[in-house]
């Protein structure tokens, strides 16, 4: 590994190792989210997110530097995105979204989210460019159904609110030559023409306000606002804070990917209980032993098991429980199936609730009649 787009790039990501994250950390120059920030912003919050606590966000730009403005009463804004492809999404998929959720609550601030309709697009993941839009929309009430507040929240797809957005594409694309374009996301003579603009399309929302924008997101997409970061102050707007996520892991096992157009790999929003115990019974890779003999005398191993890690990044909030888990796990008292069952029950928990909300979500409110999405119909980039 000599260079960090064997790692990232913008067409794939290959996370092999927990020491892979260490070393984004450096390729990036970005810093890790350490313990006096975590206390900082509990201080601040009253409480932490399951996904800080446990470290799932474990880097970020700037956000140390945030919470000092923050307390010497400079505001902040949210600012989050999902490209859509052919398919639908899956748990993994709401984890950005869940953190900036919970910093809504918390801090009562803005939230925009975007939906890139044309990425996937360009970048040939997704093939008829009239059902991207269709997912589009499916997608954005999904991502609603999280319950974020329809008064502070705009949705937005892109093709959609381009009308807005476009002049302050003009600003910002002529500032990013093909050169830092080529060497930042890896493109390569094969890559569309759209992707290098797209650039620009992904720095714009972070000019929306002239508060500090702050953006829980995959460290994949850190480059982009590496970007931002050179020509925001130019603008007169304020450099970008990331807070950047892991990846989690698919059924398969530690360090696989959930592709959404692998149903064995992924547990889907929609996905009714059933399913949901069908694909963890039967795929979740698991560190128990064999027989379940052995498993009684050797105990299993929590830290190669795909239902222990999903507690652990998001499903089991108590830190207490998931220690006894855990300790139960390796002393061989809590068996596979036992641990399958609670972590089924648990995933379901979670994703009755939001399929209950999604069934009555006001889309509309979020993209275009809500307190936030009415104003952002008259909103102008003035650099
Ligand atoms: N590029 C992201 C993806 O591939 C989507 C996205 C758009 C995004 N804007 C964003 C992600 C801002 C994080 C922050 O899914």
Same mark, same amino acid.
């Not at 609603?144 to 093709?159: E, N, R, V």
């Not at 970007?227 to 989690?248: C, H, M, N, P, W």
């Given at each position: 590994m000599n260079e960090y787009k064997d790692i990232i790039n913008i067409y794939d990501v290959n996370i092999n190792e927990e020491k892979d994250y260490e070393r984004l950390i450096k390729f990036f120059g970005v810093k890790e989210i350490d313990d006096v920030i975590l206390n900082n912003l509990k201080y601040l919050a009253g409480d932490l997110h399951v996904l800080l606590r446990r470290k799932f966000f474990y880097a970020h730009r700037d956000f140390d530097l945030l919470l000092n403005k923050y307390n010497e009463g400079k505001r902040f804004f949210l600012y989050t995105g999902r490209a859509p492809s052919k398919s639908k999404m899956h748990i993994g998929h709401l984890i950005p979204f869940l953190l900036t959720k919970w910093f809504q609550e918390k801090f009562n601030v803005n939230v925009y989210i975007q939906i890139p309709d044309e990425e996937?697009?360009?970048?040939?993941?997704?093939?008829? *460019?009239?059902?991207?839009?269709?997912? $589009?929309? /499916?997608?954005?009430?999904?991502? #609603?159904?999280?319950? +974020?507040?329809? &008064?502070?929240?705009?949705?937005?797809?892109?093709?959609?609110?381009?009308?807005?957005? *476009?002049?302050?594409?003009?600003?910002? $694309?002529? /500032?990013?030559?093909?050169?830092? #374009?080529?060497?930042? +996301?890896?493109? &390569?003579?094969?890559?569309?023409?759209?992707?290098?603009?797209?650039?620009?399309?992904?720095?714009?929302?972070?000019?929306?306000?002239?508060?500090?924008?702050?953006?829980?997101?995959?460290?994949?997409?850190?480059?982009?606002?590496?970007?931002?970061?050179?020509?925001?102050?130019?603008?007169?707007?304020?450099?970008?804070?990331?807070?950047?996520?892991?990846?989690?892991?698919?059924?398969?096992?530690?360090?696989?990917?959930?592709?959404?157009s692998d149903p064995k790999s992924a547990i889907f929003v929609d996905d009714d209980y059933d399913t949901i115990k069908y694909k963890v019974f039967k795929y979740a890779f698991s560190g128990g032993r064999s027989t379940l003999e052995e498993h009684r005398k050797y105990g299993g191993n929590p830290d190669i098991d795909v239902s222990y890690f999903w507690l652990s990044v998001l499903f089991e909030e108590d830190d207490y429980k998931l220690k006894e888990i855990r300790d139960k796990y390796i002393m061989g008292e809590l068996t596979t199936g036992e641990l399958k069952e609670y972590t089924t029950n648990k995933i379901w928990e979670f994703l009755s609730s939001v399929q209950e909300r999604r069934k009555n979500i006001n889309i509309d409110k979020f993209m275009y009649d809500g307190r936030l999405a009415r104003e952002m119909q008259e909103w102008e980039f003035k650099p």
């Open positions: 996937k697009y360009w970048e040939k993941k997704a093939d008829n *460019y009239e059902e991207i839009r269709e997912y $589009a929309l /499916e997608d954005a009430k999904t991502i #609603a159904s999280l319950g +974020f507040d329809p &008064d502070k929240t705009f949705i937005f797809i892109d093709s959609e609110y381009i009308k807005n957005m *476009y002049k302050a594409a003009i600003y910002v $694309a002529r /500032e990013i030559n093909l050169n830092t #374009a080529k060497s930042v +996301f890896g493109f &390569d003579d094969n890559s569309t023409i759209g992707l290098p603009f797209y650039i620009a399309l992904q720095i714009v929302p972070t000019f929306f306000e002239r508060n500090i924008p702050l953006i829980p997101c995959g460290i994949d997409q850190d480059p982009y606002f590496r970007l931002q970061r050179d020509i925001a102050e130019k603008f007169g707007y304020y450099k970008a804070s990331t807070i950047l996520s892991k990846f989690v892991w698919g059924l398969q096992g530690p360090y696989t990917k959930m592709s959404a």
